[in-house]
Structures are given as structure tokens and as C-alpha cells.
Nanobody, 127 residues
Framework: QVQLVESGGGLVQAGGSLRLSCVAS????????MAWFRQAPGKEREFVAA????????YYADSVKARFTISRDNVKNTVYLQMNSLKPEDTAVYYC????????????????????WGQGTQVTVSS
């Protein structure tokens, strides 16, 4: 059983920065790509960013491109999300997720491709 534990959320003013972390249990972390999703109140869960198993390829939603950076440390079993130039519309609960299979999911943005999720960490951006 894989456990994912996020941390690093909080309250920040618009234009500020936060760094989220997600620590994974188990020995297979480096074999899987990882992703971050977010869910705002009353909205569906949406894709934010993903990273390949080696960290060599990254993918972003258009809404966060050039502001957010996903990275990973396979020695520490941790994936990060550096969030800069935060906007009030970035307010959401942020989740890390691991896909069902090795390699990149066929549809990166689809939550159905992922079967392990963390408990989420709240990010609130004030205007």
C-alpha cells in the first residue's frame, strides 16, 4: 500500500510563493510519474502539473505554466510543487497523485488515471 503525505500549504498574499511537498511511502517511487491536482470549492478536481519518473520531463496546465515548477527527489521519495506569483484563483486543496501504471498516463489530466492520492493540503491566496 502506498501512502502519499502532502505538506507546505498555507495562507499567502497574492504575488507570494509557497512550496508544497509530497512524501511517498514504499520502494517503487522512482518507477512512477507523479502529479499534482487541485480542487476549489464547488469545482471539479483539476490537473496542475506532472513529472516523469526520472524527472526529465514535466507537464503543466496552461493556467500555471511559467508560475509553478514541479520537481522530484527520488532518493527522498518526494515530489515538490514550487508555486510563485500566486493568484487568488489558485486557492484550492492541492493533492499529489500516483498513476495506476508505470510510465506516463495516457491522459495526464484525467484523475481516473491515478489510484493513489494524498489527503491534500490547503492553499489560500488572499487578494
Amino acid at each position: 500500500q502506498v501512502q502519499l503525505v502532502e505538506s507546505g500549504g498555507g495562507l499567502v498574499q497574492a504575488g507570494g510563493s509557497l512550496r508544497l511537498s509530497c512524501v511517498a511511502s514504499g520502494r517503487t517511487f522512482s518507477s512512477y510519474s507523479m502529479a499534482w491536482f487541485r480542487q476549489a470549492p464547488g469545482k471539479e478536481r483539476e490537473f496542475v502539473a506532472a513529472i516523469s519518473s526520472s524527472g526529465g520531463s514535466t507537464y503543466y496546465a496552461d493556467s500555471v505554466k511559467a508560475r509553478f515548477t514541479i520537481s522530484r527527489d527520488n532518493v527522498k521519495n518526494t515530489v515538490y510543487l514550487q508555486m510563485n506569483s500566486l493568484k487568488p484563483e489558485d486557492t484550492a486543496v492541492y493533492y499529489c497523485a500516483r498513476p495506476k501504471a508505470w510510465g506516463l498516463p495516457r491522459s495526464l489530466p484525467s484523475p481516473h488515471e491515478y489510484n493513489y492520492w494524498g489527503q491534500g493540503t490547503q492553499v489560500t491566496v488572499s487578494s
